[in-house]
């Protein structure tokens, strides 16, 4: 079963814009983490933020979880054309983290 | 050097057919996965071996049969082919031990079972 849920399911944006993604899921988690797709590419690893954690930061990137809402967002600041990818959560799944669970992810647009 | 490195890319195949698609790690990793995504983009886990044994097996039907060799090798293999095995299969690897599970993925081999 899926876990995560990203929502919007797509989002366009100008460049310099910044871009907010969310996250829910259902279970109890360790941690939850943020990953990028190209087009036609594998799932690059962004981010991970622990559920100890509130909210955490990589240069334009900032995370944002609350687990009493079982809920996480994704801010990308002064988007860039180069960032148009999908952009999945993953949790551990009941805490498992050797199984790590995504939803069907945010197409991002950034046009130039 | 590729870390995690699938083959073939692609695949285009008859129904009822058989097939295989290999995996290999070169970053010393304990565990590896397949995940298979659709055409919705859902990205679903299928197995999980940790130093060649098999630890999650996500429901998936008995047509599908991993193999791992050895630590750096999981392959999958695909018995009888349906139009609903078309999608996109990901090998993913993490290290051993890690509290977080961060996971490194191939490329993808689009299979498409006509």
């Known amino acids: 079963s899926q876990q995560g849920e990203e929502d919007p399911q797509a989002l366009s944006i100008q460049e310099g814009e910044n871009a907010t993604m969310n996250c829910s899921y259902k279970?109890?988690?360790?941690?939850l983490q943020w990953y990028r797709q190209n087009s036609g590419r594998g799932l690059v690893h962004l981010i991970l933020i622990r559920s100890n954690e509130r909210e955490k930061h990589s240069g334009r990137l900032r995370v944002t979880l609350d687990t009493s809402k079982k809920s996480s967002s994704l801010l990308i600041t002064a988007s860039r054309a180069a960032d148009t990818a999908s952009y999945f959560c993953?949790?551990?799944?009941?805490?498992?983290?050797?199984?790590?669970?995504f939803g069907a992810g945010t197409r991002l647009t950034v046009k130039p | 050097d590729t870390a995690v490195s699938q083959t073939p890319k692609y695949l285009v195949t008859q129904m009822g057919n058989d097939k295989s698609i290999k995996c290999e790690q070169n970053?010393?990793?304990?565990?590896m996965y397949w995940y298979k995504q659709d055409s919705k983009k859902f990205l679903k886990i299928m197995f999980s071996y940790n130093n060649k044994e098999l630890i999650i097996n996500e429901t998936v039907p008995n047509r599908f049969s991993p193999k791992s060799p050895d630590k750096a090798h999981l392959n999958l293999h695909i018995n009888s082919l349906e139009l609903g095995d078309s999608a996109v299969y990901f090998c993913?690897?993490?290290?051993?031990?890690?509290?977080?599970?961060?996971?490194?993925f191939g490329e993808g081999s689009r299979l498409t079972v006509l």
């Open positions: 993953a949790t551990d799944f009941k805490g498992n983290n050797n199984d790590m669970r």
């Open positions: 279970t109890s988690i360790n941690n």
């Open positions: 993913a690897s993490t290290p051993a031990g890690t509290r977080t599970g961060e996971l490194f």
């Open positions: 970053l010393g990793h304990d565990t």
